[in-house]
């Protein structure tokens, strides 16, 4: 009988409690490709590279993804600027350059670079290329390359992955020339009359005695198309799409589970960017 408990036990351990613990990594990347001058010198071809490898053993399935290329209008101030600015930098963006001032972004691109609900095995890779273009006579000064991607793993909850991909629903009439908004999305995701796309699913536990003590929840993504308001910090008359995603009790995204039961589903978002100078890019298309 000691024996069979000791077994027993030991079994668990190996084959629920390690994997189940066992870290994710998704190695996740942007980068600048090689930049090429258009025929009458006007703007820049950029390749915006994003890429990512499930670098673990566990599997997971991407839920959401986003690319975005901005260009920031920039200005050198010789006199730089002063503490009210500098704290409001570190507050807002996590840092300040003393002798830089930048203007509200402008939208260059924007799109997804893996479908949603696609399985991503250990060892495997995703990658995306998209060619942007950068004007150069509308002063801007700086291209930021930007990148968001969503996933739950694999190990841990039953995801009905054709479902998934096949349930989206968008808050504007899709289906009129007018494409009116119709619905807002909850508070927490956007503002009132912003845009937003969203995928859905129920979600479970991959155990079963995790499944009769708990019911099914949801996972959504959304993609948020937000529109200008002052404050905002992207030019007028244009945006700057974000994503974010949740675990809930309803589809609609209103009532959020606990931080501890969402993270037993293992549902992670990873966001990286980079940037540079204009001067630097036409440097590189010239040579």
């Known amino acids: 009988m000691v024996s069979g408990v000791v077994g027993a036990a030991s079994l668990s351990y190996s084959q629920m409690y390690v994997p189940y613990v066992t870290p994710v990594t998704v190695p996740f990347t942007v980068s600048f490709g090689a930049p090429t001058m258009n025929a009458d010198g006007a703007s820049l071809h950029l390749p915006a590279h994003v890429e ?22 920039a200005t050198f101030d010789p006199q730089g600027k002063g503490m009210d600015e500098w704290k409001r930098d570190m507050l807002e963006h996590g840092s300040t350059l003393t002798h830089v001032r930048y203007s509200p972004s402008r939208l260059l691109g924007a799109g997804e670079f893996v479908t949603p609900g696609s399985p991503i095995d250990p060892g495997d890779a995703e990658s995306s290329d998209t ?25 841990r909850v039953r995801l009905p992955v054709n479902h ?29 009359g912003d845009e937003v796309y969203r995928h859905y699913s129920t979600i479970s536990h ?27 910090p992207f030019a007028k008359d244009d945006t700057l799409p974000y994503l974010s995603a949740s675990v809930t009790r309803v589809p609609d995204g209103e009532e959020h589970i606990s931080g501890q039961e969402a993270e037993s589903y293992g549902v992670a978002i990873q966001r990286v960017d980079t940037e540079r100078p204009i001067e630097e890019l036409l440097k590189a298309a010239r040579k």
Do not use: C, F
């Open 131 to 155: 060619n942007v273009d950068v004007p150069l006579r509308s002063g801007l000064g700086r291209v930021t390359i930007s990148a968001t991607i969503s996933y739950i793993r694999a190990d």
């Open 206 to 232: 991959s155990s079963e005695m995790a499944n009769l003590t708990h019911a099914s929840d949801y996972v959504t993504v959304w993609w948020t198309i937000p529109k200008w308001h002052e404050g905002r």
């Open 164 to 192: 998934y991909m096949r349930t989206i629903e968008a808050s504007w009439d899709t289906e009129s020339q007018q494409q009116k908004h119709q619905w807002d999305a909850p508070k927490w995701v956007a503002e009132s």
């Open 52 to 73: 990512l490898r499930n670098s673990s053993s566990v599997r997971i399935y991407v839920l959401g993804t986003l690319w975005t290329v901005t260009g920031n209008p």
